[in-house]
């Protein structure tokens, strides 16, 4: 996780931020940098590993594109300032685009892109909360969703305290969108399905009229 723009607050202020962060998300590394320091932006490009790919992910304005141009030393991205009546940015990235380091990592800057939804990650929630994950061994139920049953051992451990009650709801909001997520996916899939057996049948039919 990038906090771009460090320079405009103090270091306590960035440290205190961190914390914040690492008590909801322990396992992340955070990386805060200002785009007017070449040392912090140096140490930027070692947090993207060759050969993987990365999004960037922020609201307009946080400095994404400038993050660009300073990562392959050239100014071939457009930047805007930020808006002066109400504080935000505007869209810079109007098309995909794909860029390659020079360590051999690809970073995809999508226009507007603000959020990714999450689908059948039950391993990634696991590894992100894996306190979390070991207790749900001590449930009394196996299909136990660790919101309202007796003998949950997670909202047992949220009541004295060994989970606080941020990260239960942060794990329970990503949950529940992984399953809202794969819902919509598994509907879309049956919805194309039904619409394409409708043109095959269609189209079956037209040339079925013509040889008449």
Do not use: W
């Amino acid at each position: 996780m990038f906090l771009s723009k460090s320079d405009l607050i103090s270091k306590e202020e960035i440290e205190k931020k961190i914390t914040e962060i690492h008590k909801i998300l322990p396992d992340v590394t955070v990386a805060a940098f200002s785009n007017n320091n070449v040392s912090d932006i140096e140490n930027i490009k070692t947090l993207f590993t060759p050969f993987k790919t990365y999004c960037l992910l922020g609201s307009s304005g946080v400095g994404k594109t400038t993050l660009l141009n300073n990562l392959i030393h050239q100014d071939l991205y457009k930047t805007q300032p930020i808006r002066e009546k109400d504080g935000r940015g505007k869209h810079t990235t109007t098309r995909r685009e794909l860029i390659v380091l020079e360590n051999e990592a690809i970073i995809i800057d999508n226009p507007g892109m603000r959020e990714l939804g999450v689908i059948s990650n039950e391993s990634g929630l696991g590894d992100t909360f894996n306190e979390i994950d070991e207790l749900s061994d001590q449930c009394k139920y196996k299909d136990c969703t660790h919101t309202v049953e007796s003998g949950c051992a997670v909202l047992e451990a949220i009541e004295c305290g060994e989970i606080s009650e941020e990260r239960y709801n942060n794990f329970i909001k990503i949950y529940k969108g992984s399953l809202y997520n794969e819902m919509s996916y598994v509907e879309k899939r049956q919805k194309d399905k039904k619409f394409g057996k409708f043109i095959h049948s269609a189209m079956k039919e037209i040339k079925n009229k013509k040889r008449t």
